[in-house]
């Protein structure tokens, strides 16, 4: 159903994770905004939309670093600020 979306914008709309459901048939997506939302949770689903070049999780909850986001091989911006990551692995 949306297989052809590039663009995805959720910003500021109360969600409390991203699970492995909300990742399915979104492969060609570039640009995922999920900025100013709950989510305490990424699933390791993400690592499903390979073609990501921006993700936006800044001011969220998270406390622990998405390991599925190290898996997203063309990314080239990644937004974090404002979560509670203690955290960053050397590799990033």
């Known amino acids: 159903m ?3 979306v590039t663009h995805l914008d959720m910003q500021a709309n109360d969600l409390s994770e991203l699970d492995g459901y909300s990742c399915r ?3 060609n997506l ?7 939302n709950r989510i305490k949770n990424v699933s390791d689903h993400l690592r ?3 073609n990501l070049k921006i993700l936006k999780l800044e001011n ?3 406390t622990e ?3 599925a986001i ?10 974090l ?3 509670r990551i203690t955290n960053i692995p050397e590799e990033i």
Do not use: C, H, W, Y
């Open 81 to 83: 600020q404002g979560n």
């Open 60 to 62: 969220n909850q998270l």
């Open 48 to 50: 499903a939309m390979m």
């Open 65 to 67: 670093f998405v390991p």
């Open 70 to 79: 190290t898996a997203l091989k063309f990314l080239e911006e990644l937004s």
């Open 30 to 36: 570039i640009v995922l905004d999920l900025a100013r």
């Open 25 to 27: 048939n979104l492969d």
């Open 2 to 4: 949306f297989e052809n």
